[in-house]
T-cell receptor, first 114, second 111 residues
Framework: GNSVTQMEGPVTLSEEAFLTINCTYTATGYPSLFWYVQYPGEGLQLLLKATKADDKGSNKGFEATYRKETTSFHLEKGSVQVSDSAVYFC?????????????FGSGTRLLVRP | DAGITQSPRHKVTETGTPVTLRCHQT?????MYWYRQDPGHGLRLIHYSYGVKDTDKGEVSDGYSVSRSKTEDFLLTLESATSSQTSVYFC??????????FGPGTRLLVL
């Protein structure tokens, strides 16, 4: 079945460092891809999404490009801040029994130190 | 932010007791979902609804039931709670069926 694999965390960076969180997927067809962020004690928030190959999703300085050839959707940010400390989830939208379901990776915790 | 509330936000219960969690939305979205979040597993779908009185099972539905009698409310019931159901439960809503918006979560501890 379809699945999402994320890099193991935690990822620890200093403020203003460059961030990459890897995400690869297995899917039949052409799913939409998402990044969600979960701040401590809160629910998940949609960070960005891409609906077709070569699309780039972006929000709050974060970017991810839908790469069909490498089945990847890596999350990047040029300069992280302490406030970016959170857990990041990659997900794909899977059509199952005529309904879409989100399939999530296991999450990557990011810790940004001042 | 999408108008989604969950109640209760925290609950401690004993093994074998019934538990009902409530998800309430003010967005009039058609689709509603219940997930559980456990370390190392990300989020896993328990049940979902695609309309009033229309529900279906997700990946980890055993031991759970749901009901949706109104567009705005989606209830998750643990008929007889077990320690393996200790988790954080999230409700989500969607209008497009692809992009989902999540509630703040309910932390459940089954002793």
């Amino acid at each position: 079945g379809n699945s999402v694999t994320q890099m193991e965390g935690p990822v620890t960076l200093s403020e203003e460092a460059f961030l990459t969180i890897n995400c690869t997927y297995t899917a039949t067809g052409y799913p939409s891809l998402f990044w969600y962020v979960q701040y401590p004690g809160e629910g998940l928030q949609l960070l960005l999404k891409a609906t077709k190959a070569d699309d780039k999703g972006s929000n709050k300085g974060f970017e991810a490009t839908y790469r069909k050839e490498t089945t990847s959707f890596h999350l990047e940010k040029g300069s992280v801040q302490v406030s970016d400390s959170a857990v990041y989830f990659c997900a794909l939208s899977d059509l199952v029994d005529s309904s879409y379901k989100l399939i999530f990776g296991s999450g990557t915790r990011l810790l940004v130190r001042p | 932010d999408a108008g989604i509330t969950q109640s209760p936000r925290h609950k401690v219960t004993e093994t074998g007791t019934p538990v009902t969690l409530r998800c309430h939305q003010t967005e009039n979205h058609r689709y509603m979902y219940w997930y559980r979040q456990d370390p190392g597993h990300g989020l896993r779908l328990i049940h979902y609804s695609y309309g009033v009185k229309d529900t279906d099972k997700g990946e980890v539905s055993d031991g759970y039931s749901v009901s949706r009698s109104k567009t705005e409310d989606f209830l998750l019931t643990l008929e007889s709670a077990t320690s393996s159901q200790t988790s954080v439960y999230f409700c989500a809503i969607s209008e497009t069926e692809e992009t989902q918006y999540f509630g703040p979560g309910t932390r459940l501890l089954v002793l």
